[in-house]
């Protein structure tokens, strides 16, 4: 009992005495506020390696923050961002940009849903054609019909 005791006293106390990690914010060089813009900027149309869903600009991985200052050091050696663009994904290939262009290797990506859904509303409608030429009404005899009459009378239930 004191040892059940003493056990769930330490699984409380526990996240008191754990050591708390803490983020770290992306961090700007405001020595150039017009630099840091600029590779604001270009970091936006670049997607992070590590992250995968995050642009460079949000990101907050060290890969992130190792390319961020790689685009800076460049971008103050003069290069225009379509040279660092190009760069980079000559380095990375074209998955480090976030929008992915539209080209024959990208086909499948910008219009393989619009292709699935179509495909889909093509056999729907096939399906439901189908179906409604099985489908055949036929009246309701005699008996049939007075069956129904007393079942929708007010107060019977079923015979």
Known sequence: MCRTALL?????????????IVAKEAQSSAADPAL???????SRQLRC??????TLADSQADLAEDLR?????????????????????????????YKPPVDPTTYLLWFGPFILL???????FRYLK?????????PLSADER????????????TP
């Open 8 to 20: 769930l006293l330490l699984l409380i106390l526990l996240p008191c005495f754990s050591i708390c």
């Open 36 to 42: 840091e813009e600029r590779v604001t900027n270009l």
């Open 69 to 97: 200052n790689q685009i800076r050091e460049q971008m103050k050696a003069g290069k225009s961002d379509k040279e660092i663009i190009a760069f980079l994904t000559d380095r990375y290939g074209k998955f480090i940009l």
């Open 118 to 124: 179509l495909g889909g509303l093509v056999l729907l």
């Open 130 to 138: 189908q179906r409604r030429a099985l489908i055949v009404e036929q």
């Open 146 to 157: 007075r069956r129904v009459e007393t079942l929708l009378k007010p107060g019977n239930e």
């Open 49 to 54: 390696l590590v992250c995968q869903n995050e």
